[in-house]
T-cell receptor, first 112, second 112 residues
């Protein structure tokens, strides 16, 4: 079946630290991969996406590379800010035209 | 451009009651998906509507039903509410079943 596994949180970092949130997936076929972010009290916002192997998605200083050989899509940012504090969800779209399957989310706390 | 809107924002019901949640899709989007997000979990796909027809359903019982109207707005109905139905219900829209979905702020349902 299709599933997403991401590292458990919470992750606590100091401002300007390097961030990695690990995500691996299981899927039949060639899914599209996403990172969504959820700020406190809000819905989900698309952060970045990648649709094929070796694609790199990027937005607001965040990056993730679609690695088919390791079935991974790790989220990275070189220098985090307090405003990056949120819950981050790794997700995949197996059929590309209906459901999105989400991981359980990783809560990120950035300390000033 | 107006994004996805949902109503109400919060709702309290008692076990056994019925509830209707509403979603207005983003302008130009004819596809609406509904997700349930339990506390501390990732969103789970309930179903999707495309041009007023159901286009995929997740692992939810038949007491979860939906509707999409000619203006592409949508309703989620839940009958015979159970305590475990307490969650944040998210609506997402996209144009022509495209894989990138845009989420509303959600409706938080509490079942007592």
């Amino acid at each position: 079946g299709n599933s997403v596994t991401q590292m458990e949180g919470p992750v606590t970092l100091s401002e300007e630290a390097f961030l990695t949130i690990n995500c691996t997936y299981t899927a039949t076929g060639y899914p599209s991969l996403f990172w969504y972010v959820q700020y406190p009290g809000e819905g989900l916002q698309l952060l970045l996406k990648a649709t094929k192997a070796d694609d790199k998605g990027s937005n607001k200083g965040f990056e993730a590379t679609y690695r088919k050989e390791t079935t991974s899509f790790h989220l990275e940012k070189g220098s985090v800010q307090v405003s990056d504090s949120a819950v981050y969800f790794c997700a995949l779209s197996p059929n590309r035209d209906d459901k999105i399957i989400f991981g359980k989310g990783t809560r990120l706390h950035i300390l000033p | 451009e107006t994004g996805v809107t949902q109503s109400p924002t919060h709702l309290i019901k008692t076990r056994g009651q019925q509830v209707t949640l509403r979603c207005s899709s983003q302008s130009g989007h004819n596809t609406v998906s509904w997700y349930q997000q339990a506390l501390g979990q990732g969103p789970q796909f309930i179903f999707q509507y495309y041009r007023e027809e159901e286009n995929g359903r997740g692992n939810f019982p038949p007491r979860f039903s939906g509707l999409q109207f000619p203006n592409y707005s949508s309703e989620l109905n839940v009958n015979a509410l159970e305590l475990d139905d307490s969650a944040l219900y998210l609506c997402a829209s996209s144009p022509d079943r495209q894989e990138t979905q845009y989420f509303g702020p959600g409706t938080r349902l509490l079942v007592l």
